[in-house]
T-cell receptor, first 115, second 113 residues
Framework: AQKITQTQPGMFVQEKEAVTLDCTYD???????LFWYKQPSSGEMIFLIY??????QNATEGRYSLNFQKARKSANLVISASQLGDSAMYFC????????????FGKGTRLHILP | EAQVTQNPRYLITVTGKKLTVTCSQN?????MSWYRQDPGLGLRQIYY???????DKGDVPEGYKVSRKEKRNFPLILESPSPNQTSLYFC????????????FGPGTRLTVT
């Protein structure tokens, strides 16, 4: 069963607009971590932001924030004031404690920022 | 500089010819992992290791082997590669725990003909 779902295969957003990338997850564990990674066209994987299952505040890192809704099992990435350099593939991932630290990735969302 | 290195970066081989992709990290991380990335499928975990001499299967382990004899190295072995193993492979490392992000190597593009 799909444990991380990213429903948007591709998105087009105008430069300077905010963008939300969706991620829903499925777990019965109480202790888990949620991560977002960026993969530009050059291919490297870049860590963006982390949210812990016990964190009460939404995580923020510069222009990135994570809209964490635990009851709905969603962990959407919000990029404020998008830039051309934000064009990339974005992956949501989950790390579960009871599964011996196994890590599951979503299928990704390809974001295109339009000038 | 903290990093994860993979070699080779690119490899074209033929069906059945054994190959090894090396992975090394210099951050003293206990956790190391291999992923394959295929279009439309995201990253899928092949094998992971939580420490020396400890390895576990990920979601797609068939056709692959790994070993963890030293903390810094985690080679991926394809004993008899097949065309369906043509993919982009990433090695990653981190500390153990649900709150630690992974550090990724640059990737290895493998083509099996």
């Amino acid at each position: 069963a799909q444990k991380i779902t990213q429903t948007q295969p591709g998105m087009f957003v105008q430069e300077k607009e905010a963008v939300t990338l969706d991620c829903t997850y499925d777990t019965s564990d109480q202790s888990y971590g949620l991560f977002w990674y960026k993969q530009p066209s050059s291919g490297e994987m870049i860590f963006l932001i982390y949210q812990g299952s016990y964190d009460e505040q939404n995580a923020t890192e510069g222009r990135y924030s994570l809209n964490f809704q635990k009851a709905r099992k969603s962990a959407n990435l919000v990029i404020s004031a998008s830039q051309l350099g934000d064009s990339a593939m974005y992956f949501c991932a989950m790390r579960e404690r009871y599964r011996d630290d196994k890590i599951i990735f979503g299928k990704g969302t390809r974001l295109h920022i339009l000038p | 500089e903290a990093q994860v290195t993979q070699n080779p970066r690119y490899l074209i081989t033929v069906t059945g010819k054994k190959l090894t992709v090396t992975c090394s990290q210099n951050m003293n991380h206990e956790y190391m992992s291999w992923y394959r990335q295929d279009p439309g499928l995201g990253l899928r975990q092949i094998y992971y290791s939580m420490n020396v001499e400890v390895t576990d299967k990920g979601d797609v382990p068939e056709g692959y082997k790994v070993s963890r004899k030293e903390k810094r190295n985690f080679p991926l072995i394809l004993e008899s590669p097949s065309p369906n193993q043509t993919s982009l492979y990433f090695c990653a490392s981190s500390l153990v725990g649900t709150n630690y992000e992974q550090y990724f190597g640059p990737g290895t593009r493998l083509t099996v003909t």
